[in-house]
């Protein structure tokens, strides 16, 4: 018997983030969530702490709007390739098509190429 939070844990991020990053081939990433609260963030989240961890330090990310005085000195000036959307218990139907699209869990990640806003 699996509960939903082991499916929902550590194991099943780990293994996003890296099917997520293999798609990315060392590419730079700008790395969003999007959360079934309609945060942009969340503090206990912690996706770009395990995309630095188990896949390569994204660009810019969502978290750096609240935590980037902590590791500004990994934050990169380069123009990102990529965009990647993490979110959480809900799947989307987009105007464009994402390049990739993956889900583990309760979570989901969709790659799509960058477009400056």
Known sequence: MQSERADNGLTT??????DTVRALDKAPYILETDLHDGLTYNEYGGWRYAFNIY??????????QVYSWIYQ???KSVKPQFRVIVSD???YTFAVKPLAE??????????????AR
């Open 102 to 115: 993956y889900a583990g869990g309760m979570y989901h990640t969709y790659i799509f190429p960058y477009e």
């Open 55 to 64: 896949g390569y330090t994204p660009v810019w990310s969502s978290a750096d």
């Open 73 to 75: 000195n990994e934050m």
């Open 89 to 91: 218990a809900k799947t």
């Open 13 to 18: 991020r780990k293994q996003l983030v890296i």
